[in-house]
């Protein structure tokens, strides 16, 4: 599993600004996502979908680290954030996040990407919807 060890290592480090909060739910992950600069998803279920947790990360412009299962590549432009299944996921976060965390204009322009990010894969989806209605309308409209 996850080295619960090593990230209460980096959390202690005082180089690096950690905060290790688990779960959050309800009311607080609006306020969650806003207060944070990276979304780190250490997850390790072999057949994670699509978890709308980097969709919302992604939708307040957060840069997200998350583990290469199922559908998740998909979700992470360009591999960025992105740690391979047999990779030893804390060492491959933290070199991410010392990347993501260089300098506050590099971290300025990942958050702006990942907004954009969002933005467009939302479109996209939206686009896809819009077609699925017009085609189940016009069948319909045949059918009568």
Request: hydrophobic residues 40%.
């Amino acid at each position: 599993g996850v080295d619960l060890a090593a990230i209460e290592e980096m959390v202690a480090d005082p180089k690096i600004k950690l905060t290790y909060l688990g779960g959050i739910y309800g009311d607080e992950k609006d306020k969650f996502y806003r207060d944070i600069d990276i979304f780190v998803f250490p997850t390790e279920y072999v057949t994670e979908a699509q978890p709308t947790v980097i969709f919302e990360a992604q939708s307040y412009g957060r840069p997200v680290i998350g583990r290469g299962l199922g559908c998740i590549p998909t979700q992470l432009p360009d591999a960025r954030g992105l740690v391979e299944p047999a990779d030893e996921f804390v060492p491959q976060a933290m070199t991410w996040l010392k990347g993501f965390m260089a300098t506050s204009e590099v971290l300025e322009k990942l958050q702006a990407d990942e907004h954009y990010t969002f933005i467009r894969q939302r479109n996209m989806a939206l686009s896809v919807l819009d077609g699925i209605e017009n085609q189940i309308k016009n069948g319909s409209a045949r059918d009568q």
